[in-house]
């Protein structure tokens, strides 16, 4: 059986074969890191240095970027020009959340403008139809339009 197996985040492509069934081929090629959706402009609501870490992101804005609880993210700060790496994590849905955990809450302050974005591993074939998924929000990070 052969099938298309690739890894989201920050895997390296090398390391795919050690995701394979047992029986099942790797594709072979070229496999390319790109943007699979990003949150745009989303506006930092809270930032809580004593917590674990992590990104809590309104349940709403997650699901319409297609980002998983615990997935990796990088943000980048329209403000000061700062970006981050760190991990997604659900927050109350509806509520508009955007709140830095841990060492980045020293990343931004809240009413800071960000992007939040989210990677994935395609292959040559796949990229040729790829689109990123774009998600607009406004000052209260409520969705615009996605796209």
């Known amino acids: 059986m052969r099938r298309n197996v690739r890894r989201t985040g920050f895997v390296c492509p090398k390391s795919l074969s050690r995701i394979a ?5 790797i594709e072979e090629g070229m496999f390319r890191q790109m ?5 745009h402009r989303a506006t ?22 297609g980002i998983l609880p615990y997935e990796a993210i990088i943000c980048s700060n329209l403000n000061n020009g700062e970006r981050f790496m760190t991990y997604a994590i659900n927050g109350k849905r509806g509520n508009g959340d955007v709140i830095l955990n841990g060492p980045t809450a020293r990343k931004a302050a809240v009413g800071d403008q960000i992007i939040i974005f989210c990677y994935e591993y395609y292959g040559e074939e796949e990229i ?6 774009v998600v607009r929000v406004n000052e209260k990070n409520h969705i615009v339009n996605a796209s």
């Open 21 to 25: 069934g047992e029986g099942e081929e």
């Open 35 to 39: 943007l699979r959706s990003k949150i």
């Open 44 to 65: 930092v609501t809270g930032a809580h240095l004593e917590y674990e870490g992590s990104l809590t992101i309104d349940q709403d804005l997650m699901e319409a970027a």
């Open 128 to 133: 040729k139809k790829h689109v990123p998924k």
